[in-house]
């Protein structure tokens, strides 16, 4: 039987490095359409500085979202790189590789976990957890009715359909629902919710000890020891999702240091191979024991280039004594960015800890981001009116400056946008909002 061959009818694809103009025809032709993208294209990058392809120099204050913590073409992460793509850069989990076992037993000794599952990404990484607490949990209990899952309110765990149950923003979540079922959201750093929605049927609550896409909102110490207390209390599991804060952002090893009580599960990505795809979910030993071979399993998960790459990432930062860089910068960056929200009355509260800052401001985010890539500066904004800031942990107190003074020329330069209706989320929650807050603020506030 002759298979007849589908021709695309696309025009020829643009090859690699040539003229931005049909890039971008083919990005508008054949990508799916799920970002929203400025037109610039980043070519290469060298430490904290990002060029684009017309040789414009930008200052990265969001380091790939939290992934390029060592920056761009680190010396040690390219000297790994190259070595091991040169050996193998995939051999199977049916075999072992000189490095997964080795970049296990250095997270376990950063996080207070035994063992550890390597994937691909955060999602992946979310997804592994909520089946190993949910066979523990039941595992433990002996009952099949031990399925219900906690999550906050303005959580973000990922997008694939277990993570995206997870995931509190309904603009998320709706478009794909019926979700995973079974799950329920708890008001944020809210102890009473917790103790009411807590009982025998959960198997596990899962906590961002920073919330990062939510907008940078600590969670509370009282809520995370309460949390610890009835996960204990119901034989469920403490899940901490340090994807956007572990590893060094916050300048401790990981966020839940900074609490009270381990988790019994963390979960790990973003910066873990400096920019390649590497995520992975850790879990002490009565926890772990639950899996059996067969039970979980991922193909490329655990490769080793990058678990050399891991290796090398953690290795660098305890070398370099960089989690003291990250909170000495981050100590410089915050207090600058307090010192603007002086001057400025549209900034709320500047928020965060290390190097995953916010900047919460009572009007629209997105403008100013607009003019901080004008002036040659990289940062993000989320919940439409919290600017974020994640440099990587090399940076230095020159660059802070650097930062410091750009971000001030975008806030005075950027024509005052409109209040921000989302703004009002801060003030619900009890974010003593600034004198000058709108007064859209401050009625939500009172009608709470
Ligand atoms: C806290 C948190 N969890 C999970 C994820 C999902 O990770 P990924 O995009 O690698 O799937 C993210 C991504 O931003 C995140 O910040």
């Known amino acids: 039987m002759k298979t007849k061959i589908l021709k695309s009818k696309a025009k020829k694809p643009a090859p690699a490095g040539t003229a931005p103009k049909s890039v971008l025809r083919d990005v508008s032709q054949h990508l799916m359409n799920t970002y929203k993208r400025s037109d610039m294209i980043f070519t290469h990058g060298r430490g904290c500085y990002v060029f684009d392809q017309s040789g414009k120099k930008y200052l990265d204050f969001l380091g790939g979202i939290a992934v390029n913590a060592l920056g761009y073409s680190h010396p040690d992460l390219v000297k790994t790189i190259r070595r091991e793509a040169g050996r193998a850069v995939h051999v199977s989990n ?47 209990s002996g009952g099949a009715t031990k399925t219900r899952f906690l999550a906050l309110e303005h959580s973000f765990h990922g997008r694939t359909f277990g993570a995206l149950s997870l995931t509190h923003p309904v603009k998320y979540r709706e478009p794909f629902e019926p979700l995973v079922p079974g799950v329920d959201f708890l008001r944020f750093n809210d102890v009473a919710d917790l103790e009411s929605k807590f009982n025998a049927d959960v198997c596990a609550i899962f906590i961002e000890p920073i919330q990062g896409e939510g907008g940078i909102y600590p969670v509370s110490d009282t809520f995370w020891k309460r949390a610890r207390e009835l996960a ?56 772990a024991a639950s ?20 290796l090398t990432f953690l290795d660098t930062v305890e070398k370099n004594r960089l989690l003291a860089n990250v909170r000495s910068r981050g100590a410089e960056l915050k ?19 290390g190097l ?86 401050r009625s939500f506030a009172a009608a709470r």
């Open 94 to 140: 049916l075999f072992h590789n000189p490095f997964q076992g080795p970049l296990a037993a250095k997270l376990a000794e950063w996080s207070g976990m035994d063992r550890v599952f390597f994937t691909n990404s955060g999602s992946e990484a979310v997804e592994g957890a909520m089946k190993l607490a949910r066979i523990a949990a039941k595992q433990k």
């Open 232 to 287: 204990t209390r119901h034989g469920a599991v403490l899940v901490a999702d340090e994807i956007q804060c572990g590893l060094g952002r916050t300048g401790r090893e990981f966020a839940y240091q900074r609490l009270t009580g381990l988790p019994d599960i963390v979960v790990v990505a973003k910066p873990l191979a400096g920019g390649l795809p590497l995520g992975a979910f850790l879990a002490k030993e009565e926890i």
């Open 291 to 310: 899996f059996s071979p067969g039970l979980h399993g991922s193909t490329f998960g655990g490769g080793p280039l990058t678990c050399a790459t891991g």
């Open 335 to 353: 207090a600058g960015l307090q010192k603007l929200a002086a001057k400025f009355d549209f900034i709320q509260e500047v928020r965060g800890e």
């Open 356 to 441: 995953m800052l916010g900047m919460d401001l009572t009007v629209d985010g997105a403008p100013y981001v607009a003019e901080a890539l004008k002036q040659g500066l990289l940062i993000n904004c989320t919940h439409e009116h919290i600017l974020r800031l994640l440099p990587p942990f090399i940076l230095t107190a020159q660059q802070v400056k650097e930062g410091l003074s750009k971000i001030e020329s975008v806030l005075a330069k950027t024509e005052r946008p409109a209040p921000s209706p989302a703004a009002n989320y801060s003030a619900g929650l009890q974010v003593e909002p600034r004198p000058s807050a709108t007064a859209a603020a």
